[in-house]
């Protein structure tokens, strides 16, 4: 059978379900390759996206079998069949991207309203190890959504493995700055990172956490970075949040990330990604104060106006 694959939001970042549907395939002998309404003729067509804001893909030929399609970006509900779930990825469609990657938990134990995860996944529950994830490789991507809401003895022991086998980790959904503790905090201080230990800062409650979780890592020894999203509902309010997160640590990043209504699927406010794209340039944020840049678009905007 002649398998295609279309990754609907392009190829920034590995599509895990088409790595795995790939992989699948291969196994059971069939060819895979990614769809060109030119020159593919498959039997079975998958197109995946993950973000909602994605615009669907159309641009099939005539006589393509009706694509199936997956993805949070289409539907949080629709799931792999277990088999292809556990299968391991296929590195080779996506032949740039160098690390492993893979969940070690699925699901959350929180249910914060803006979010998919637990109406997807439910409650935290073990997915995977470390030492199947690897594959060999030396930099493992991790996108579990709360890997320390899983039991403290699998979290220990994720961590020893990692540690054991000189992998370089990111948990690059970010961890759950309320979970961390003098017992964790030792085992993500000596984990080795690809660059960053990222943590997410979604409202002001969590800036304590925050604060919390980066002194008692920093204490247990840890001299890198901190990568902390930052969700952004209201202007100043995540203005405010931004600015006291990086008064914390000097070795604070944080991204700002313009809260997005799925239901809707509308762009967010512009003085919303204004305030993205001031934060997440660090050489505009770390010498302009916000209020200049965004006073500079407004006098630009009154003058065009004129
Ligand atoms: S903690 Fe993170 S993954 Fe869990 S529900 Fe909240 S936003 Fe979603």
């Known amino acids: 059978m002649n398998v295609a694959l279309v990754d609907v939001d392009g190829h920034g970042f590995p599509n895990l379900a088409l790595m795995r549907l790939a992989a699948w395939h291969k196994q059971q002998g069939d060819a895979v390759e990614w769809y060109s309404p030119l020159f593919s003729r498959p039997d079975r067509l998958f197109a995946s996206k993950v973000f909602t804001f994605t615009p669907d893909c159309q641009d099939f030929a005539a006589n393509a079998p009706t694509p199936i399609r997956g993805g949070t970006g289409y539907d949080p509900t629709v799931t792999l069949p277990d088999e292809v779930e556990q ?39 073990i997915a995977d190890d ?78 304590d956490p925050v604060r919390n979780a980066i002194r008692e890592i ?15 509902k209201e202007l100043w309010e995540a203005h405010d949040r931004i600015c006291r997160l990086t008064d914390i640590d000097p070795k604070i990043v944080p991204f700002c990330q313009p809260f997005r209504d799925f239901t809707s699927g509308g762009e967010p406010p512009v003085e919303l990604r204004r305030l993205a794209r001031w934060c997440n340039i660090q050489s505009i944020r770390k010498t302009v104060p916000f209020r200049k840049y965004q006073s500079n678009f407004l006098n630009n905007e009154k003058e065009s106006n004129q």
């Open 87 to 125: 299968t391991l990825p296929d590195y080779s469609i996506y032949p740039d991207f160098t690390p492993a990657l893979g969940f070690l938990t699925r699901g959350c134990i929180r249910s914060c309203p803006w979010c998919i995860v637990p109406r997807k996944e439910g409650n935290i529950r």
């Open 130 to 207: 470390i030492e199947r994830i690897y594959a060999g490789r030396r930099e493992v991507v991790l996108l579990d959504n709360n890997f320390l809401a899983a039991p403290e003895a699998f979290v220990e022991e994720q961590l020893a493995k990692a540690k054991r086998l000189k992998l370089r980790l990111d948990f690059n959904q970010a961890l759950d700055a309320r979970l961390v503790n003098g017992r964790n905090a030792s085992l993500l201080a000596n984990a080795r990172w690809i660059r960053y230990i990222r943590f997410s800062c979604d409202n002001p409650s969590i800036l």
């Open 218 to 232: 920093r204490a247990a020894g840890y001299h890198g970075e901190f990568f902390v999203y930052v969700l952004a």
